[in-house]
């Protein structure tokens, strides 16, 4: 078999893009879309993503991590598939999709997409970290600096080590300034360190607006790929109008015999 991709990235965390309008993807088939985002036997990526068509929306994103399972929604694909959305002309500049936890309303305009996000009302605050769910399960932990830090290590003691087989997403935190944190995380399903996550720089900003390290309302998060900005509104301690904003590039496009 033949199959037709592009490849795209948001802020360094890079994904292989299918059109499967047609439904001719094999869904099931696990162990292909590992083999497609293998670096050396591959393509190469994060994840992978189809876009197909859906009754209630514009389209619908089916998003897999890494390791060939479907994951749970990604902030940085969702932006991605916006793009490409965009690139197919099955959009304009603005769109409400569908993804894995719900419908999601986005815009998308000089290469920059600004991909609305669910509320969130649940943050478990506990003396060493925070845990929300962004869309996907995140571990935020504060460190002195990211630049050092063991991120792949630590990262995965506490992804097996605290949330077992299930596991979650785990971040490390800076303060740079007021509005201004560095983050590095370590995937679930990459299990890896990548260079950006996007639910996970919307956590991130969630838990550092929530646990008052921060009062703004536009919160700049550095990754290793790039600057993400999340706009928030707090009520009552419901987060709501959530917005991860930034840049989503095609980088290649090609075929693959697989
Ligand atoms: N890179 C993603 C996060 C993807 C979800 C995650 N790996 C999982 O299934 O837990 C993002 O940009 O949000």
Known sequence: M???????????????????????????????????????????????????????????????????????????????TVAFANFLGVIEKDTVFNAVDGKHAATIENGIVSLQMQDVSEIKEKPEYVFLNTGSPHHVQMVKTVENFEVYKEGKKLRYGLYGQIGSNINFVEILEDDTFAVRTYERGVEDETLSCGTGVTAVAIAMHNAGKTSA???KVNTQG????????EKDGIYSHIHLIGPAKQVFKGKIVC
């Not at 790039?226 to 509104?233: D, K, M």
């Open 2 to 80: 033949t199959l037709s991709f592009y490849k795209y990235q948001g802020t360094g965390n890079d994904f292989v893009l299918i059109d499967n309008r047609q439904l001719k993807f094999p869904k099931n088939d696990t162990k292909l879309v590992a083999f497609l985002c293998d670096r050396k036997f591959g393509i190469g990526g994060d994840g992978l993503i189809l876009l197909e068509n859906d009754e209630l929306s514009d389209f619908r994103m089916v998003y897999y991590n890494a390791d060939g399972n479907e994951g749970s929604m990604c902030g940085n694909g969702g932006r991605c």
């Open 217 to 219: 309302n536009r919160i």
């Open 226 to 233: 790039g600057e993400l900005q999340v706009e928030l509104c």
